[in-house]
């Protein structure tokens, strides 16, 4: 179980609910006045809880939820509100997305309430770190994928990167299934979307922030290119590969 704080940094930068008190004459004068206005959430007192298929049982401490901001001032929707009714309009059931939206969801739980809905299934997956240990950001000169395109990086091999971060495959449980031997190497790690795919479980995903390796990507873009044109009858070649990345 998780006790999560809101994403709000203190009770001061939250609203204080000046206009909660207004009668509703009050507001109607206010309104054909042309004064400009917007409409929040009320949030409800108490808590709000989840079940994550990443982070278990979360709770949130409703005090730490803002009263958001739903339809702003010119009558468009905050992206807090457009989310929730654009997955209930296109029948979402999953939302995977980045740990970084985990304060927002108790927002998004609380308006499925409202909207007397029942919200889809949560998984926030670790964040991807630079060498240094912080979020992969074009802030801190880290790329994009066009970047590592005209670098030479093929689809394929940015795939296979990515996709065995931040959890652990069944093959990496078992000490003899990397026992150094390259095939069998090749066989666990260099992989199809395909195989890939067979092989993906959410409950093996960790909670951790995992380092984004460079090096081990340009192995398995060097793989997945000889994989393409060629079907690497040199043994020699494969090895100095792999002696490369390690």
């Known amino acids: 179980m998780r006790l999560a704080q809101g994403g709000v940094k203190s009770a001061s930068t939250k609203y ?11 507001v109607e004068e206010r309104v054909q006045s042309g004064e ?11 808590k709000t809880e989840f079940k994550d298929l990443v982070h278990g049982k979360v709770i ?9 901001v739903i339809l702003k ?7 807090h509100f457009a989310n929730v009714v654009d997955d209930y309009m296109m029948r979402i059931t999953h939302v995977i997305r980045g740990e970084e939206w985990l304060p927002s969801t108790p927002k998004h739980i609380i308006l499925y309430k409202m909207f007397e809905l029942d ?16 979020k992969l950001s074009k802030r801190q000169g880290d790329v994009s994928v066009d970047n590592y395109r005209s670098k030479g990086y093929i689809p394929q ?25 390259l095939n069998s190497f090749l066989k666990h790690e260099v992989l199809t979307l395909k195989e890939m795919e067979a092989m993906f479980q959410i409950d093996k995903v960790g909670k951790s922030g995992v380092k984004f390796e460079e090096k081990k990507l340009e192995f398995l873009n060097k793989m997945h ?11 020699n070649e494969k090895k100095t590969c792999l002696s490369e990345w390690r």
């Not at 949560?122 to 630079?130: G, M, S």
Request: charged share 20%; net charge negative; hydrophobic share 35%.
């Open 119 to 134: 919200p889809p299934t949560f998984a926030h997956l670790p964040l991807l770190l630079n060498a240094k240990g912080q």
């Open 60 to 68: 949130f401490d409703n005090d730490t939820v803002d009263d958001q």
């Open 157 to 181: 091999s940015l795939i296979n990167g990515l996709a065995l971060l931040g959890w652990n495959p069944p093959h990496r449980e078992d000490p003899n299934a990397l026992s150094g031997d």
């Open 36 to 46: 400009p206005y917007v409409i929040r959430m009320l949030i409800p007192r108490g």
């Open 73 to 79: 001032s010119d009558g468009f929707p905050t992206y």
């Open 16 to 26: 204080d609910r000046f206009c909660y008190g207004l009668s509703p004459e009050e």
């Open 225 to 235: 290119i000889m994989n393409k044109f060629t079907y690497f009858e040199d043994q």
